[in-house]
Each structure stands twice: as C-alpha cells, then as structure tokens.
C-alpha cells in the first residue's frame, strides 16, 4: 500500500510543480499549447524525481516521504543510472498501453522444471524449453532489476548481512 501511495504522492507533486511554474503562460495560451506548457515541465520534473533524486537518495519526493527506498536486485546495493532511466520510460510506456494488455490474448507459457537429478526434461530432443522462473526472481519484480522496500528492513537486511560478514 505504502508504493502505491507513494506514486500517487509523486504524480500529485510533480503536476502541482508543473502546474505552479506555468500558471503564469498557460492563461494566456490557447488549449493545444496549454498542454504542451504543462506536459514539458511535467515530463522534466518527472526525470528529475524519479532518476536523479532516486540516484541521489535512493528514492523520489513521495517514496522519501512514504519511507521507501529503492534498491538494486538481488543484493540491495545502490541502483544505476542506467537502470532508473529504463524504469522511468517504461513507467511512462506502460500505463497508456495497459488496456490494450488487458485486451490482448495472453500465450500460454510452457515451462520445463527440473529434474531430480538437475537436467531438463526436454519432451522433444534438440529445442530448448524455457526454464520456470523462480518465485521472487529479478524478471518478475522489475524490468530494470529494482525494487522498492520499507526503509526499516532494508536497515535490518544490512544489519544482518553484516553480521553475516562478521562471523
């Protein structure tokens, strides 16, 4: 509950920054530039939250303020760039596209467990069948390799792994 308060937080600030810094232009412009006006500097503050500062701090304006942090799978370590900036367009990408995901016919995934003895059990010899992904695995957290977590256990997680470290 807290992450999703979190982005409605971020949404909130980062169109109530936006629209404070054009208030000024956007009455006197017609409809269509009006937009733009806003959308622009939505788009900029946007980056701003969701890359810089979570690269800085390890958290936007609403996750801070929620007491979420986000952090690199599967070690906790600080995320990159690169990683924030696929994750903030694929949250642009993403949510205009969902009814169409909704609408579209989901293919069956086949996978193959392993075996006892830890080979695949491959039903026709020479294709390669996907292996079932593990509950918890990087692929279904995020795209980017990152998740968010309470402020609180990510400080107990680093007290036990350096407890760990230490014994």
Not at 44 to 56: E, G, I, K, P, R
Not at 66 to 71: A, E, H, L, N
Request: with cysteine; proline share 9%; glycine share 8%.
């Amino acid at each position: 509950m807290r992450r999703y308060l979190a982005i409605a937080l971020d949404c909130y600030l980062c169109l109530l920054a936006a629209g404070l810094l054009t208030r000024p232009y956007v009455h006197a412009a017609e409809t269509g530039r009006a937009v733009v006006l806003i959308a622009l500097p939505a788009l900029a503050l946007s980056f701003v939250n969701q890359v810089l500062l979570t690269a800085a701090v390890r958290g936007s304006a609403g996750k801070l303020i929620m007491g979420v942090r986000v952090v690199g799978l599967p070690d906790a370590r600080r995320p990159g760039l690169g990683q924030l900036v696929r994750r903030w367009l694929y949250g642009l990408v993403r949510p205009p596209l969902q009814p169409w995901y909704w609408l579209r016919p989901q293919p069956a995934r086949t996978c193959v467990p392993r075996s006892t003895s830890g080979q695949h059990g491959n039903p026709q010899p020479g294709i390669a069948q996907p292996e079932c992904p593990r509950p918890g695995s990087v692929a279904d957290d995020d795209v980017a390799g990152l998740r968010q977590v309470r402020r609180g256990d990510l400080r107990t997680y680093r007290r036990s792994v350096a407890a760990h470290a230490s014994s």
